[in-house]
T-cell receptor, first 113, second 112 residues
Framework: EPEVTQTPSHQVTQMGQEVILRCVPI?????FYWYRQILGQKVEFLVS????????KSEIFDDQFSVERPDGSNFTLKIRSTKLEDSAMYFC???????????FGQGTRLTVV | AQSVTQLDSHVSVSEGTPVLLRCNYS??????LFWYVQHPNKGLQLLLK??????LVKGINGFEAEFKKSETSFHLTKPSAHMSDAAEYFC??????????FGTGTRLLVSP
């Protein structure tokens, strides 16, 4: 069964460093998303991406964050100048279109120290 | 704005007994609703979805949910719990264009 794949599963980084979280969405999906879950809190929407551009983003998704689809398969989330409060589980998801269910990856646990 | 409220942070059941996880929604239009499950150290897996077709929705692993507009509810049920059902369950509403809005989650504990 096709699945969304995220790497790495766990990333530890020092405060102030840049990290790139990687995702391979399901191959025939056209919409891609990033969500995050801070420990003990809700899963929160960060950004959606379609046709090589951001289609919607939350207030969390400020200039510190960026997304990219560098090739035909990968979808990345870059976080610049990481802060302690960026520590969270980051989930990538994809869907066929904007009205169907999203399929989620297993997540990348980011720990900023 | 669309939102969901999961009424219980934890639910404990014995194996073989029924499961009820409660969710109420708030939406200004006919919502698309989902239940996702998260097992420890795993991703979010779709259990079932409601998109204005049948009000009783059947999902994977014997779970089902009933959309009740009059009560603005979308409770998740299963007739008989299994140990493998122990996980975190999220009620989710489509919050607008391409955006899912998650509830706070309900942790289901299943005892032998």
């Amino acid at each position: 069964e096709p699945e969304v794949t995220q790497t790495p599963s766990h990333q530890v980084t020092q405060m102030g460093q840049e990290v790139i979280l990687r995702c391979v969405p399901i191959s025939n999906h056209l919409y891609f998303y990033w969500y995050r879950q801070i420990l003990g809190q809700k899963v929160e929407f960060l950004v959606s991406f379609y046709n090589n551009e951001i289609s919607e983003k939350s207030e969390i998704f400020d200039d510190q964050f960026s997304v990219e689809r560098p090739d035909g398969s990968n979808f990345t989330l870059k976080i610049r100048s990481t802060k302690l409060e960026d520590s969270a589980m980051y989930f990538c998801a994809s869907s066929v279109d904007q009205n169907t269910e999203a399929f989620f990856g297993q997540g990348t646990r980011l720990t900023v120290v | 704005a669309q939102s969901v409220t999961q009424l219980d942070s934890h639910v404990s059941v014995s194996e073989g007994t029924p499961v009820l996880l409660r969710c109420n929604y708030s939406s200004s239009y006919s919502p698309s609703l989902f239940w996702y499950v998260q097992h420890p150290n795993k991703g979010l897996q779709l259990l079932l979805k409601y998109t204005s077709a049948a009000t009783l929705v059947k999902g994977i692993n014997g779970f089902e949910a009933e959309f009740k507009k009059s009560e603005t509810s979308f409770h998740l049920t299963k007739p008989s719990a299994h140990m493998s059902d122990a996980a975190e369950y999220f009620c989710v509403v489509m919050g607008g264009f391409q955006k899912l809005v998650f509830g706070t989650g309900t942790r289901l504990l299943v005892s032998p």
